[in-house]
Every structure is written in structure tokens, then in C-alpha cells.
């Protein structure tokens, strides 16, 4: 039993920090790693953000004390990130990279 319970302690931060990488993604925060560039989608940042909310308040009672700093402290600088994002314009497309000649 305690071996299940530590590989769902570690399963748990794994898809915790995968939407938080995810969440930065959309937020334009970081480079997409297909694309090599900054592209931001809120409607799909607001998404995994909710998600993460959700997660979080159905787990409520069944996290320990570190699980629960480690999910509010994860959606806490989504939202914090979003709210930065939302006040800014759109991202300025790409330019092509010049090829050297």
C-alpha cells in the first residue's frame, strides 16, 4: 500500500507539472518545442488552468500538506501569469529567420 500511495504522490506531480508546462506554453511564456516560438493561446491557457482548479478543489481532503502547497503554488502562478498576458496585445507574428547568404 505504501508503495502505491508514493508512485500516486509522484503520478500526481507528474500531470501537475505537465499542465503547468502546458499552461506556460499557451501563456507564450515559453517556446513552443515543435515550433521554436513564443505563440500564445489564452482560451486554451484558461482551459488548462480551470482544469488545474478543478483537479484541485475534487482532491481537496486527499492531498497531503505538500501536494496541496504544490498544486495551489503551480495554479497561483498560472493565474498570475494569465492575468500579465491578458493586458498585453497580441504577439507580433513571426518574421522568417534570415538564411545567411
Known sequence: MND???KNTILLAQLTYMLH???MHQLG???SPITNKLERNLPAAQGTIDMLDMLHT???GNLSA???KMMANI???LKLNYIDE???PDLPPEQE?????
Open 86 to 88: 491578458m493586458g498585453k
Open 97 to 101: 529567420e534570415k538564411k545567411p547568404e
Open 66 to 68: 505538500e501536494e496541496d
Open 58 to 60: 475534487k482532491m481537496k
Open 29 to 31: 511564456k515559453v517556446k
Open 4 to 6: 502505491n500511495l508514493e
Open 21 to 23: 508546462e502546458a499552461g
Open 75 to 77: 495554479i497561483r502562478e
